[in-house]
């Protein structure tokens, strides 16, 4: 499996970007599954952003949802990050990934990204004030 990520860049506050990830190697659409993103800053924890799963399932991290949504085009394998009004905190390495999953046929949920399947290399994203 391999994922890369595109579309990081600089921006202004109040800007928006489109982050990319396109997906390859994994029969995405025969079997349950999860992408996200996480993002990290220098000197500052992991922080998971957002995931999808197969089911179009959407969850956020709390301070980002109003700002940020995640999609997928299934014909393409992309996943999406849209990112509006950025905010200089919203400046890291956003990465791509694929988190595990749990529980019965039926009821599987996505795990945290804490420790993907998979993981992209990163886009890098600035916010200057």
């Known amino acids: 499996v391999h994922l890369e990520e595109s579309g990081g860049g600089s921006v202004q506050a109040g800007g928006s970007l489109t982050l990319s990830c396109l997906a390859t190697?994994?029969?995405?659409?025969?079997?349950?599954?999860?992408l996200g993103w996480f993002r990290q800053a220098p000197g500052k924890e992991r922080e998971e952003v957002a995931t999808?799963?197969?089911?179009?399932?959407?969850k956020y991290a709390d301070s980002l949802k109003g700002r940020f949504t995640i999609s997928k085009d299934h014909a393409t394998n992309t996943l999406y990050l849209q990112m509006n009004n950025l905010k200089p905190d919203d400046t890291a390495m956003y990465y791509c990934a694929q988190p595990p999953s749990s529980g019965p046929f039926g009821q599987r949920v996505c795990l945290s990204q804490d420790n993907p399947l998979y993981r992209g290399q990163g886009t890098q994203v600035t916010v200057s004030s």
């Open positions: 999808l799963d197969s089911l179009g399932e959407a």
């Open positions: 190697g994994y029969q995405y659409t025969t079997t349950y599954y999860c």
